[in-house]
């Protein structure tokens, strides 16, 4: 079955270390891959994508099709990088796949 | 410009009764979604239009239903509310007839059947 996967739930960092969350997905072709982040009190808003290959807010993610994954780094975590983040493939019919989504608490 | 608006903001609702979430955006997105998000399952599609005049099933779309009647309006319909549709729910729009699609969500509903 197609679908996404990020495996953990909850990561707590300290500030100034570095975060990574992981993403899977099993779908196939060549997807386009975004991350959408929702902080705290605001709307779910896109993070990144995949064919920008930039970075936002410090953030980047690559992709890998070998692995099928999408994983979004940030080598120091700031305070205000606590948020909800939730990885999206793009499918077939241009509809979003949400992942789980993963809740980072970044420690002062 | 307000982008994508939703009502009402939250709103306690009994077994049985029926319920409709609105939704309005004024950036001329042919695309309009509904989601929920449920602890522990992330957000899962519920209906989803790609132009107004059709609509389409998502992942969980039992107990639901939705219109769109035009470009800027998506209501969401409970016929019935049983306590599972206990969530929050997003309405979401796009522009996906260009390459920039990205999705715009609103502010959500959360609503609580007792």
């Known amino acids: 079955a197609q679908r996404v996967t990020q495996p953990e739930k909850l990561l707590s960092v300290f500030k100034g270390a570095p975060v990574e969350l992981k993403c899977n997905y099993s779908?196939?072709?060549?997807?386009?891959l975004f991350w959408y982040v929702q902080y705290s009190r605001q709307r779910l808003q896109l993070l990144l994508r995949?064919?920008s290959r930039e970075s936002i807010k410090g953030f980047t993610a690559d992709l890998n099709k070998g692995e099928t994954s999408f994983h979004l780094k940030k080598p120091f975590a700031q305070e205000e990088d606590s948020a909800m983040y939730y990885c999206?493939?793009?499918?077939?019919?241009?509809?979003?796949?949400f992942g789980k989504g993963n809740q980072v608490v970044v420690i002062p | 410009i307000a982008g994508i608006t939703q009502a009402p903001t939250s709103q306690i609702l009994a077994a049985g009764r029926r319920m409709t979430l609105r939704c309005t955006q004024d950036?001329?997105?042919?695309?309009m979604y509904w989601y929920r998000q449920d602890l522990g399952l992330g957000l899962r599609l519920i209906h989803y239009?790609?132009?107004?005049?059709?609509?389409g099933k998502g992942e969980v779309p039992d107990g639901y239903s939705v219109s769109r009647a035009n470009t800027d309006d998506f209501p969401l319909t409970l016929a019935s509310a049983v306590p599972s549709q206990t969530s929050v729910y997003f309405c979401?729009?796009?522009?996906?007839?260009?390459?920039?699609?990205?999705?715009?969500f609103g502010p959500g509903t959360r609503l609580t059947v007792l």
């Open positions: 979401a729009s796009s522009d996906s007839s260009g390459s920039q699609d990205t999705q715009y």
């Open positions: 779908y196939s072709g060549s997807p386009e």
């Open positions: 995949h064919i």
């Open positions: 999206a493939p793009k499918r077939g019919n241009n509809r979003l796949a």
């Open positions: 950036m001329r997105h042919n695309a």
């Open positions: 239009s790609n132009t107004a005049g059709t609509t």
